[in-house]
């Protein structure tokens, strides 16, 4: 099936193409921005972007809106993800963490799915902790300060399907899968 991924991360795209061309679906990133609301969760954000959507784009779409929940931090950047990621960057994150001996944070994502104007919601998570300095140059944003539970390799330092078996979007983007189905 032919789905189209609207979001602006390419990153982002990346590894769903990696996740979804293996089980016969072709990915296209879709450059066509759809206003993120300030909400509490991630779910109402993706709600929000497929409505948007559904009057704009034809055939079937997907989109993500992902975060890093950081325990010490109250759960931030958590929702401001990719603010925090564009101002304060891993490096300003590390700094909030300095000291800091609870280090537990998750990955959550919620990837949106909208066929024919109907819409469905996946949702993944990925424990592990916010390592003391960044390590690898794979990936994308805070990559290289999250260490998977139970790896010893940061989402970083990790090749694309290895990532995508543990990770939140992988997990979210499998159930997704999952539901459509072999092609
Ligand atoms: P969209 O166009 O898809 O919205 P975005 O980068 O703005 O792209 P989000 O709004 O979902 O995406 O922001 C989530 C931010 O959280 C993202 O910019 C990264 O900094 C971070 N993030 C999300 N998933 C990540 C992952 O797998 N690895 C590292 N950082 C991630």
């Given at each position: 099936?032919?789905?189209?991924f ?31 609301p ?46 925090a990621y ?8 590390l700094?909030?963490?300095?000291g800091?001996e609870?280090?537990?944070?998750r990955?959550e994502?919620?990837?949106g ?10 949702t993944?998570?990925s424990?592990?902790?916010?390592t003391?300095e ?9 990559d ?27 997990r ?7 539901f459509?189905?072999?092609?």
């Amino acid at each position: 099936m032919r789905i189209q991924f609207a979001t602006s991360n390419k990153g982002k795209a990346f590894e769903v193409a990696a996740l979804l061309a293996p089980l016969g679906h072709e990915v296209v990133q879709l450059h066509e921005p759809y206003p993120e609301p300030q909400a509490d969760t991630l779910q109402e954000v993706v709600a929000s972007g497929l409505e948007w959507l559904a009057g704009k784009v034809e055939g079937t779409v997907m989109i993500d809106d992902s975060g890093l929940f950081i325990d010490a931090l109250k759960g931030f950047p958590g929702v401001f993800s990719a603010h925090a990621y564009k101002t304060i960057g891993c490096d300003g994150i590390l700094r909030l963490m300095e000291g800091a001996e609870e280090r537990r944070a998750r990955f959550e994502c919620c990837a949106g799915l909208m066929i024919e104007g109907k819409c469905w919601l996946f949702t993944g998570e990925s424990e592990g902790e916010i390592t003391g300095e960044s390590r690898g140059k794979g990936g994308f944003g805070f990559d290289p300060i999250f260490l998977p539970s139970g790896m010893s390799q940061t989402f970083a330092e990790l090749p694309v399907d290895v990532k995508n078996r543990v990770s939140h979007r992988g997990r979210a983007f499998s159930a997704l899968a999952q539901f459509l189905g072999v092609p």
